[in-house]
């Protein structure tokens, strides 16, 4: 790789900072707050997970009844929950939902748990914020489809909503206000004290030995340039194929890594690295949900993005790892998936 290549890694645009970490050898990376990382866990490059912030109780309720209600949906079919089951992890075990008119998404459905911990939203990482976010999904055509007039005239309409609203914000439904209730209860949806938050904490029995040896293996291999920080990854953006397209048998040259960094400049195969959290819960993998298995995942990810064919214990030891990540809801652990639906 030459300097000038490695030099196009990170540039800036006028409307926003994309972030994109070579993988290599010694396993360095950048921080969405610039901070680098070179090697394994290095000052605070991993952290435990928070718990929710403080939100109003009664907000919260609000949002949660909004986002499991297709009255959100223009034709009344879809809700928020609809592509975000927390039952299933925060999303669905399909490879990309289905919107209006049959129009398949362009993207596999990212979980909602920890949704409020991420640096950047959507696989694009088009949204800054969650207000922004849930604002388009209301609107695009092949989510809900929906504009406020016809939404606040539905929840003015409905004396439930209406006392609702009025008793938690003093009023009317207004789109500010069905914009926070929906968002205070996304922010909501956190899921602290796995068990590698309790490792983190000090708690040296709260993972396996294989476990420990995935950890040492994520942090030595240089998973952990990109899948950092407190949610374990969400906060950087990055080219999914470093090492070449995912499934290639041969590894490119110095030039194809080249012609992959001026793909990067162009944002072709440029993507939000995803949370590792609750990832044992959420297949299919990847942007449009190829595959659905994590093991596999996991061995695409050694050849993409770090140049490495993993030998089957090292898939191992990096599962096992990766399911000490699965947290605690509403005072329990995550369940994991039926093997079957998931597929």
């Not at 088009?126 to 809900?144: C, E, R």
């Not at 340039?225 to 990854?233: A, E, V």
């Not at 397209?245 to 001026?262: N, V």
């Amino acid at each position: 790789m030459s300097g000038q290549g490695r030099r196009r890694l990170f540039k800036k645009d006028t409307h926003r900072t994309v972030l994109l970490a070579l993988l290599v050898v010694s396993g360095g990376g950048l921080t969405a707050a610039g901070d680098v990382i070179v090697g394994g866990i290095k000052g605070e490059a991993l952290l435990p997970l928070p718990d929710a912030p403080q939100l109003d109780p009664g907000r919260v309720e609000l949002g949660r009844r909004l986002f499991h209600d297709k009255l959100l949906s223009k034709r009344r079919e879809v809700s928020c929950s609809s592509c975000h089951d927390l039952a299933t992890g925060g999303t669905i075990h399909a490879a990309r939902t289905v919107g209006y008119e049959g129009k398949m998404h362009a993207f596999n459905a990212p979980t909602i748990f920890n949704v409020g911990n991420n640096y950047r939203l959507g696989w694009r990482g088009k949204f800054t914020s969650l207000v922004s976010q849930n604002d388009a999904i209301i609107h695009d055509s092949n989510l809900l489809a929906m504009d406020w007039p016809t939404l606040l005239s539905r929840l003015n309409s409905d004396r439930s909503y209406a006392d609702a609203f009025s008793r938690r914000y003093g009023g009317a439904a207004e789109r500010e206000n069905v914009l926070d209730a929906l968002v205070s209860y996304q922010k909501s949806l956190a899921t602290p004290d796995a068990p590698f938050d309790r490792f983190l904490k000090g708690d040296k029995k709260a993972i396996t030995p294989l476990q420990k040896h995935g950890l040492k293996l994520f942090t030595e291999y240089g998973c952990v340039s990109c899948h950092q920080g407190s949610n374990i990854g969400g906060n950087m953006f990055q080219i999914f194929g470093v090492f070449g397209e995912p499934g290639a048998e041969t590894f490119p040259t110095p030039e194809d890594l080249d012609a992959r960094l001026d793909q990067a400049d162009r944002n072709v195969d440029v993507f939000r690295v995803p949370s590792l959290r609750n990832v044992a819960l959420t297949a299919p993998y990847f942007h449009d949900g190829r595959t659905a298995t994590l093991r596999d995942a996991i061995a695409i990810m050694g050849r993409s993005q770090l140049g490495r064919r993993l030998t089957e214990s090292d898939v191992d030891a990096l599962e096992a790892f990766l399911n000490s990540l699965t947290g605690v809801y509403s005072g329990k652990e995550l369940a994991q998936p039926n093997t079957e639906e998931s597929r």
